[in-house]
């Protein structure tokens, strides 16, 4: 069902809100905001155990970092304050540990009142292991009890359960999840509602939520393999993969960039219910007058993190100062690798160039105040930093890496694109801006230009267009799940015109209804140079013939090309890499087409 033009509750879940927070919370909560402007009220949803979230949320309001229009949703708090709408019937008790002798171990006391309790952490003196934890309200009722423990065949056992304020279980669950997803279905699960779930690590346990009338939506805001992996056939990330693993209970997935979507949509499918919509960018008005701008300034803002790669900017500075020139790096954020980044700078006698600030909500005013920005991510979904430099005219010298920073910056015109890794690049970069001021001020310009354009942008009314489709699809789903297979070749045959026949073996039947080809992609560009289908087809054996022809346009000069298995269900595709299994030995051919074998790569002698 479409959306009310003039009524939306709008939820954006995450895990936590803290004081302080990085660019997803940033982002998450700005969004609400956005939300809260066009419907007059708009929700982030949390999950942690947070009795100070109250006091939190007043700090962020005062800061102008929430919007006093939207609310702040507790699992904990509301379960204290509101309650839980009752199960019908309350599920059994599948866990009952024998507690003997328990002791009062933490106890966490709600803020300003130390004679209140807000939980105690009990430990069974007699079983190791077993332990309870009790909510309870300022009244002093308890709301809710965690009781984790064995079962009597040893397994690990946990059972939440609900009270009211007569002391009455009003509902039970044996996860953490499923609490999380009921009491999520009593905030959201209606029609006028939408759901985007921002942190990685609340949507991994939300898999198993079943909505009837709003969609599930997902946003990615950052990449989805691991960090140097192929986007067609590399290693997950971490944090993505059990997301893009339990993709077909997800009603959507939202990326930042149309690059990012393509490039998941080569390798998964699905395309229909992938969309885009980027960051919103909040007002970037400063408080009072402008900071005077300073040419040999510069700037490197976000979490002191490996992915962030601060140290690349750092040996910039090194470079620059080497070549005579007098920059001052400012570095806004903080994170683990601080301590390793003032090592580098002592190392690289840059200490006096290079001023940490830790993390600051004066960001605009630091942007203002330097000519460029230095942004030597390794990766990113979308670099909202790089809009919030170019809104105060700071010009952003940054790698050219995937997904975000060529959607925001027009090389020589709003910034400078470089090759990751090119120092030398950067700072010849870096080195024109410091040295030419008309340059400088004409692409600071642009800068300005190119953010007040996009801030223009009705990101809600794109979210709201996402959200009918998705519950259109949702309402009229044929989707079907493609099964977890494997596939490698068991055979090469020469024919006689030049061409192969490739045998191909898959483990795990797919269905006969599911679309098999062999596809040739050019390495570099991965664009597709021949599409197969299959000439022979028996159980798990798949056989693909090439023609001489299809094989000269597949091997263009200069450029590798690659071979995969691409699967295609309803609108799920999978693409697999085609090799042999392990061999102790490798069949090749010299550059005088004669047959060789080699031991496999990383073999060890014996």
């Known amino acids: 069902m479409a959306l009310s033009s003039e009524h939306l ?4 879940v995450t895990w936590k809100l803290e004081r302080e927070f990085g660019g997803m919370t940033t982002v998450c909560t700005q969004r609400a905001g956005l939300f809260a402007q066009r419907y007059g009220r708009a929700f982030v949803v949390t999950f942690n155990r947070a009795p100070d979230q109250p006091q939190i949320v007043d700090e962020l309001v005062g800061k102008g970092k929430l919007s006093p229009d939207v609310q702040v949703l507790n699992l904990y708090l509301d379960l204290a304050q509101r309650g839980l709408a009752p199960q019908e019937p309350v599920a059994v008790k599948k866990f009952d540990p024998a507690i003997t002798d328990l002791v009062l ?7 300003g009142a130390p004679e209140r309790p807000f939980s105690q952490h009990f430990t069974d003196g007699q079983a190791a292991g077993t332990g309870q934890t009790r909510f309870l309200r300022k009244d002093g009722s308890t709301f809710l009890i965690d009781t984790k423990g064995f079962d009597p065949q040893g397994k690990k056992r946990r059972c939440l359960e609900v009270l009211d304020t007569e002391g009455a279980v009003i509902a039970r669950f044996n996860t953490a999840p499923a609490l999380y997803r009921y009491w999520l279905s009593s905030l959201a699960d209606h029609e006028n509602s939408l759901v985007v779930v921002d942190s990685k690590y609340t949507a991994a346990l939300l898999d198993k939520w079943k909505t009837t009338k709003v969609p599930k939506l997902y946003a990615f805001h950052s990449i989805h393999v691991a960090k140097g992996e192929p986007l067609e056939t590399g290693q997950l990330s971490k944090p993505h993969a059990p997301i893009i693993q339990a993709r077909q209970q997800w009603d959507g997935f939202v990326f930042l960039t149309a690059a990012q979507r393509d490039a998941y949509v080569r390798r998964f499918g ?3 219910r992938c969309f885009v919509i980027p960051n919103p960018l909040k007002s970037g008005t400063l408080p009072g007058p402008p900071p005077q701008r300073r040419s040999t300034h510069l700037i490197a803002a976000g979490s002191l993190t490996a992915n962030k790669n601060v140290a690349a900017s750092i040996k910039v500075v090194a470079e620059l100062v080497r070549r005579g020139h007098h920059p001052v790096l400012h570095v806004v954020g903080q994170g683990a690798q601080r301590g390793k980044l003032e090592a580098l700078c002592q190392e690289l006698g840059v200490a006096d160039q290079v001023l940490f600030h830790g993390y600051s909500d004066r960001l ?4 203002a105040g330097c000519t460029a920005q230095l942004f030597t991510s390794a990766n990113e979904g979308q670099a909202l930093v790089l809009l919030e430099a170019q809104q105060q005219g700071c010009i952003p010298v940054s790698y050219d890496i995937n997904f975000g920073p060529a959607d925001s910056i027009r090389d020589g015109v709003n910034g400078f694109l470089v090759e990751p890794g090119d120092l030398q690049a950067m700072a010849d970069r870096v080195e024109q801006l410091i040295t030419d001021g ?3 001020a004409k692409m600071s310009e642009h800068c300005r230009q190119f953010a007040r354009e996009y801030a223009a942008n009705d990101v809600i009314a794109r979210w709201l267009e996402t959200r009918n489709k998705a519950a259109a699809l949702k309402a009229h789903s044929t989707r079907e799940d493609m099964p977890d297979f494997s596939a490698r070749i068991t055979s090469l045959e020469f024919l006689k015109d030049d061409g192969l026949a490739l045998g191909v073996s898959v483990r795990e039947p797919l269905p006969r209804q599911a ?3 062999l596809v040739i992609l050019d390495r570099d560009t991965k664009a597709q140079l021949q599409s197969i289908a299959s000439s022979a087809r028996q ?3 798949l056989v693909f013939s090439l023609s001489a022809q299809m094989l000269q346009a597949a091997a263009r000069e200069g450029s590798p090309s690659d071979v995969y298995l ?3 269900l309803g609108g799920s595709v999978e693409l697999k890499r085609l090799g042999v299994k392990n061999s102790r030995t490798l069949p090749y051919f010299t550059s005088h087409n004669n047959l060789s074998f080699k031991p496999q790569t990383g073999q060890q002698k014996k």
């Not at 171990?105 to 803020?111: D, K, M, S, W």
């Not at 605009?364 to 942007?367: H, K, S």
Request: proline share 7%; hydrophobic share 35%; aromatic share 14%.
């Open 515 to 517: 679309e098999i080809e």
């Open 364 to 367: 605009p005013e630091f942007f």
């Open 566 to 568: 691409r699967c295609q």
């Open 438 to 440: 008309q340059l400088a």
């Open 539 to 541: 159980d798990g054996l």
């Open 270 to 272: 699905d395309a229909e």
């Open 105 to 111: 171990g933490e106890t966490v006391a709600y803020p």
């Open 9 to 12: 509750d709008a939820y954006m």
